[in-house]
């Protein structure tokens, strides 16, 4: 079992829908990260968050440390969303000298 | 602009052959990292570097070297002791401010090895 999981894999939405994304993870973090990688690759740095909830613009990222579960959410989706969110967990040990990623989810959003 | 260069964008290279991949920083950050992504899987941190002349060993070191003579250059060298080199590869750098630092990423390089 990988020490982050990301569900769903695969996320397919009409313009306008809400959008969630899960995060679970297994291991002792300082921070969780969530990041956004454009289908040519770069990777654009979203949120880090140690607890509670961030919001910037029509995106929201929570995390449930009891819980280890961290949730990205787009309100008012657009076909511009369309990525891959990653989400990252900094090992408490190493915080941002060893992040531990999940595999992604693929989002498409369509007009 | 302050930012991340990764070149080139696209590498190919014959096996056997040695070859260097780019990433310059001019955001003064202290800390530089490689990870190298596969279909399927997440991100795995090769090499990182805290300060300028001193590096660690990521998760999947073997195969690949790198230097840092620069605060802003942290070049990775993936040698034909790497068993399957074909990724694509992804240069980040954080400031270190606080234990915990958001990561500057650059586009990348996609290195494909015949």
């Known amino acids: 079992k990988n020490e982050v999981e990301q569900s769903p894999q695969n996320l397919t939405a009409q313009e306008g829908e809400f959008i969630t994304i899960n995060c679970s993870y297994s291991v002792g973090i300082s921070a969780l990260h969530w990041l956004q990688q454009h289908p040519g690759g770069g990777i654009v740095s979203l949120f880090m968050l140690s607890s509670g909830k961030k919001k910037h613009g029509r995106l929201i990222a929570t995390i449930n440390i009891q819980e280890k579960h961290s949730s990205l959410h787009i309100t008012a989706s657009h076909p511009r969303d369309s990525a891959v969110y990653i989400c990252?967990?900094?090992?408490?040990?190493?915080?941002?000298?060893?992040?531990?990623f999940g595999t992604g989810t693929r989002l498409q959003v369509f007009p | 602009d302050g930012g991340i260069t990764q070149s080139p964008k696209y590498l190919f290279r014959k096996e056997g052959q040695n070859v260097t991949l780019s990433c310059e920083q001019n955001?003064?950050?202290?800390?530089m990292y490689w990870y190298r992504q596969d279909p399927g899987q997440g991100l795995r941190l090769i090499y990182y570097s805290q300060i300028v002349n001193d590096f660690q060993k990521g998760d999947i070191a073997e195969g690949y070297s790198v230097s840092r003579e620069k605060k802003e250059s942290f070049p990775l060298t993936v040698t034909s002791a790497q068993k399957n080199p074909t990724a694509f590869y992804l240069c980040?750098?954080?400031?270190?401010?606080?234990?915990?630092?958001?990561?500057?990423f650059g586009n990348g390089t996609r290195l494909t090895v015949t």
């Open positions: 980040a750098s954080s400031p270190r401010q606080e234990i915990n630092s958001p990561l500057h």
């Open positions: 990252a967990a900094a090992d408490e040990s190493y915080n941002t000298d060893k992040l531990i």
């Open positions: 955001l003064n950050h202290d800390a």
